[in-house]
């Protein structure tokens, strides 16, 4: 079946360092792609996604690009904050399955001033 | 605009018993997608709801059932409770059943002793 795998956490960043959590996937098909973002205590938000292969999604600093080729979807940021500390989920839909999302194990991101 | 709001909040049950949890979806919304969280298993989906219709069901079994009314509140039902049953459930809201953006609710913190 279709699965998403991400890196365990927790990544622990100092503040302004270079952040990437990786993801891969394994899908018969080429599904639409996301990152939520949970944060303590509250529930998921879209952070970004793509449809298809090449699109890159950006939301608030935080970037993926649809990889087809090694079935990814690498989350990246240029230089985390404090606030950016919280859970980061990867996750695929087909576009004829509904909203039904298949999530990986999520990574938890601290940062630390 | 109210977002997604789930009762209770926290729940606390023992073996045997049944449970239902509710979610009021985003004014305008119409399908509603349950997931269930453990820290094990991570985030799965359970099944999703449309215009009181079920559109897609995980790999759950029968103790797990769901509806949806015509306002599009749905409520999903936990009947012979185990303790592997413990989770945080989380309920989404989406316009429609053709994958859009899926707005997450808190959660509802189901304790089974």
């Known amino acids: 079946g279709d699965s998403v795998t991400q890196m365990e956490g927790p990544v622990t960043l100092s503040e302004e360092a270079f952040l990437t959590i990786n993801c891969t996937y394994t899908a018969t098909g080429y599904p639409s792609l996301f990152w939520y973002v949970q944060y303590p205590g509250e529930g998921l938000q879209l952070l970004l996604k793509?449809?298809?292969?090449?699109d890159k999604g950006s939301n608030k600093g935080f970037e993926a690009t649809y990889r087809k080729e090694t079935t990814s979807f690498h989350l990246e940021k240029g230089s985390v904050q404090v606030s950016d500390s919280a859970v980061y989920f990867c996750?695929?839909?087909?576009?004829?399955?509904?909203?039904?999302?298949?999530f990986g194990g999520g990574t938890r991101l601290m940062v630390k001033p | 605009k109210a977002g997604v709001t789930q009762t209770p909040r926290y729940l606390i049950k023992t073996r045997g018993q049944q449970v239902t949890l509710s979610c009021s979806p985003i004014?305008?919304?119409?399908?509603v997608s349950w997931y269930q969280q453990t820290p094990g298993q991570g985030l799965q989906f359970l099944f999703e709801?449309?215009?009181?219709?079920?559109?897609n069901k995980g790999n759950f079994p029968g103790r797990f059932s769901g509806r949806q009314f015509s306002n599009s509140r749905s409520e999903m039902n936990v009947s012979t409770l185990e303790l592997g049953d413990s989770a945080l459930y989380l309920c989404?809201?989406?316009?429609?059943?053709?994958?859009?953006?899926?707005?997450f609710g808190p959660g509802t913190r189901l304790t089974v002793l």
């Open positions: 989404a809201s989406s316009v429609d059943s053709s994958y859009n953006e899926q707005f």
């Open positions: 996750a695929l839909c087909f576009i004829n399955a509904g909203n039904m999302l298949t």
């Open positions: 709801y449309f215009s009181e219709t079920q559109r």
């Open positions: 793509a449809t298809k292969a090449d």
């Open positions: 004014s305008g919304h119409r399908s």
